[in-house]
């Protein structure tokens, strides 16, 4: 029988007599996947958008420039449409940066809530215009991904991360 008769593998709770079984455990790992999952996605969303010279164009098919276009009269916000279109290939590049770091620092952990919020935001501004015409609104999947990254805003990167890492430093610094 594991400690004190719980069969809990023999860890406590810090500070009290209870133990920390499986579903402690399962808390603390429970956004993992949806970490994993937001950040390998926005990582690939990047580097499609930085390996495809079509999007990173002002016009033709596939470009930044034509998709904005096509999306201008039916978006929730149109001056944020006509901004990127002042200099669609300038606003492609960002975007695809934007994209890789958010990846990038959601699967490493890095400032786990400010990657969260930066996914958040693409995936609001990206509602607000791409996908603001697709009926129903449940087809459309910028949405879906924004409402995705909140819990990570709340939580943040708690576990396998920089973050966690850093915290962990910071305890047991004197």
Same mark, same amino acid.
């Not at 390996?51 to 009269?73: K, P």
């Not at 001056?79 to 300038?90: R, S, T």
């Given at each position: 029988?594991?400690?004190?008769?719980?069969?809990?593998?023999?860890?406590?709770?810090?500070?009290?007599?209870?133990?920390?079984?499986?579903?402690?455990?399962?808390?603390?790992? =429970?956004?993992?996947?949806?970490?994993?999952? +937001?950040? #390998?996605?926005? $990582?690939?969303? %990047? *580097?499609?958008? @930085?390996?495809?010279?079509?999007?990173?164009?002002?016009?033709?098919?596939?470009?930044?420039?034509?998709?904005?276009?096509?999306?201008?009269?039916?978006?929730?916000?149109?001056?944020?449409?006509?901004?990127?279109?002042? =200099?669609?290939?300038?606003?492609?590049?960002? +975007?695809? #940066?934007?994209? $890789?770091?958010? %990846? *990038?620092?959601? @699967?490493?952990?890095?400032?786990?809530?400010?990657?969260?919020?930066?996914?958040?935001?693409?995936?609001?501004?990206?509602?607000?215009?791409?996908?603001?015409?697709?009926?129903?609104?449940?087809?459309?999947?910028?949405? =879906?991904?924004?409402?995705?990254?909140?819990p990570l805003v709340l939580a943040g990167s708690s576990v396998f991360s920089l973050d966690a890492m850093r915290a962990l430093h910071?305890?047991?610094?004197?």
């Open positions: 029988m594991a400690y004190g008769g719980y069969g809990t593998g023999g860890t406590r709770a810090y500070g009290t007599n209870e133990p920390r079984g499986w579903k402690h455990t399962a808390g603390r790992f =429970a956004l993992l996947p949806l970490r994993v999952f +937001l950040g #390998v996605t926005f $990582l690939y969303a %990047g *580097l499609d958008k @930085l390996t495809d010279s079509a999007f990173l164009s002002a016009s033709g098919n596939g470009s930044i420039g034509q998709v904005m276009s096509s999306v201008r009269d039916g978006s929730a916000v149109p001056w944020l449409v006509d901004l990127a279109l002042k =200099a669609p290939e300038g606003f492609g590049y960002a +975007l695809a #940066v934007a994209e $890789l770091l958010v %990846g *990038l620092a959601t @699967l490493l952990g890095i400032f786990g809530r400010v990657a969260a919020v930066g996914g958040a935001l693409i995936s609001l501004s990206l509602w607000l215009t791409v996908s603001w015409q697709t009926t129903p609104y449940y087809y459309g999947n910028d949405l =879906a991904y924004l409402m995705a990254w909140l910071r305890r047991r610094m004197p």
